[in-house]
């Protein structure tokens, strides 16, 4: 979950912590580097062009004037970070849009249904070292940064939030001698 968090921050360091802001950067896992501390640094981002060139590309390309592009972008950004908290979630290389949508609904049904439907989509090699409400927490926000409707999606300071939230219970759980008990 520390990667996850450390992944976020970096998108939310592209989007807020430079200006003009970095946005519609392709993020996907193969992007995403480990230094020696296991501290995610995100890579294969796209560096704007001088803002003159950029309003004329996308005036050209897309018909939308450049704030309602970094909207859009911004957003979509969002969907692929939570491709990305899909795929730690459940251990899955995804390949497709489709298998996007599938593994959403089994998490949604999870979410829905039982602990223990929850749990089976959860990658194996992570099953009883969680907090099911960290894992809970850490499924809706993946869930809500899939949405597909771009307006219902986090920003990237809720996703931060959210995960941060989520590793303060699990610390919680760990430290009350939770960690060996089965889920």
């Known amino acids: 979950m520390a990667i996850s968090i450390g992944i976020t921050r970096g998108i939310q360091f592209l989007h807020t912590g430079v200006a003009p802001g970095i946005f519609g950067n392709n993020i996907k896992i193969e992007n995403i580097l480990l230094d020696d501390s296991l501290n995610a640094k995100v890579s294969g981002y796209k560096i704007p062009l001088p803002s003159n060139h950029i309003d004329r590309y996308i005036s050209a390309y897309y018909g939308l004037p450049h704030p309602l592009f970094n909207d859009i972008a911004e957003k979509e950004d969002i969907y692929q970070l939570g491709v990305i908290l899909l795929e730690v979630i459940t251990g899955k290389a995804i390949t497709s849009a489709s298998e996007v949508e599938d593994l959403k609904d089994e998490l949604e049904r999870g979410l829905s249904e039982a602990a223990s439907v929850?749990?089976?989509?959860?990658?194996?090699?992570?099953?009883?070292?969680?907090?099911?409400?960290?894992?809970?927490?850490?499924?809706?926000?993946?869930?809500?940064?899939?949405?597909?409707?771009?307006?219902?999606?986090?920003?990237?300071?809720?996703?931060?939030?959210?995960?941060?939230?989520?590793?303060?219970?699990?610390?919680?759980?760990?430290?009350?001698?939770?960690?060996?008990t089965k889920m």
Not at 124 to 152: D, F, H, W
Not at 163 to 173: A, D, P
């Open 118 to 180: 929850l749990r089976e989509v959860t990658d194996p090699t992570i099953k009883g070292s969680y907090a099911y409400e960290s894992l809970r927490t850490t499924v809706q926000i993946t869930i809500n940064c899939l949405s597909k409707v771009s307006s219902m999606r986090p920003s990237v300071e809720d996703v931060l939030w959210n995960l941060q939230y989520s590793i303060q219970v699990q610390e919680n759980w760990t430290s009350s001698g939770n960690l060996g």
